[in-house]
């Protein structure tokens, strides 16, 4: 039986999970919308990453997670990994780009950059508060103007003058958008307009002070925008490279780094019916007050975290025996 190596990236927006063979080449992908509920999406990940790999005589030997939910789904999938989003984004990106030293990477509520030198990741920094400069806000924008987020990019490249969008933060391109609309310009000019003000944000926010040298690699699900990729190397004056599976680079760097993992036990897919719950429990042990998450794997606690000190765990002992 073949070994496989699956990589979980769960984010707010979107879950992403892919299985890897021993040649790091992708063999089961699924991206999906996380919906508020991180655990129900890994189970329906699963699901489906089980059907693509069934033909395959694959087993899963390892996993890994990253992602803001990275600890709780790396607990669920008893990972042998869990990882910060930049090294997993970076290990991923290198596995198919070794040479590049710029990454750009735009999610749905997050952005981030990564410098390279010489394979390893020398300076990072991730947006602010603002979503100016992610997927939400070309979204939001997109549904204003009665158009899918997906019809933004095609028809932003029809644009012979994009139209200037106040980029410094959400609320006042809102109220600018509206008013080139009611002025009188074209839709592709506006919507060319509102890639350049993603990329504008996002140079000066996450890319303040940043030395951005090629090869430039932008992933994350913005990457899919081909009117954003323009505005990029128009405002750059450099190719920006992009992977038909540069939204999956977070879960294949740590699918990656799986495979040197302390081995835990064996993977099994039928985790996604097993049922799992958190619960939030106040200490009161100590003037620190801390708030405990206990997780559960049907009536069994499998793991607690959030206190700062022993009179915590005790409490959690006392509390599920």
């Known amino acids: 039986m073949k070994k496989g190596y699956l990589g979980v990236d769960i984010g707010s927006i979107s879950t992403k999970g892919v299985i890897i063979d021993e040649d790091n080449q992708i063999v089961a992908q699924k991206y999906m919308w996380t919906e508020g509920n991180p655990i129900d999406a890994v189970k329906r990940m699963i699901r489906e990453l089980n059907k693509q790999v069934k033909p395959l005589d694959m087993r899963v030997a390892s996993v890994g997670t990253t992602g803001s939910a990275r600890k709780l789904i790396g607990v669920m999938l008893n990972a042998g990994i869990v990882k910060n989003e930049i090294t997993a984004h970076a290990i991923g990106t290198l596995s198919i780009f070794p040479e590049a030293s710029t990454i750009f990477e735009i999610g749905g509520q997050d952005s981030k950059i990564i410098l390279i030198d010489q394979g ?51 609320v006042f391109a809102e109220s600018d958008l509206v008013h080139k609309v009611q002025t009188g310009h074209q839709r592709e000019d506006i919507v060319a307009g509102l890639c350049s ?64 993992a302390p081995p835990k036990k064996t993977f099994d897919f039928n985790i996604a019916d097993c049922e799992f719950e958190t619960k939030g429990i106040e200490c009161d042990q100590c003037a620190n007050h801390c708030e405990i998450i206990c997780f559960y794997k049907g009536k069994e606690l499998i793991d607690a975290w959030g206190n700062k000190c022993d009179q915590g765990a005790k409490l959690v002992h006392r509390t599920t025996h």
């Open 197 to 260: 003000a993603v990329v504008t944000n996002y140079l000066n926010n996450v890319g303040k002070g940043k030395t951005i040298k090629p090869p430039i690699v932008f992933q994350g699900g913005v990457s899919k925008n081909t009117g954003v990729i323009r505005a990029f190397e128009q405002e750059i004056g450099e190719e920006i490279h992009v992977d038909a599976n540069g939204h999956l680079m977070g879960a294949l760097g740590v699918a990656i780094l799986s495979k040197k």
């Open 120 to 170: 390893i990741v020398v300076d990072y920094a991730m947006n602010t508060l603002c979503a100016a400069g992610t997927g939400s806000f070309l979204t939001s924008q997109s549904k204003r103007m009665g158009l899918k987020v997906e019809e933004i990019g095609d028809l932003a490249l029809k644009s012979k003058k994009p139209t200037k969008i106040a980029a410094r933060c959400t």
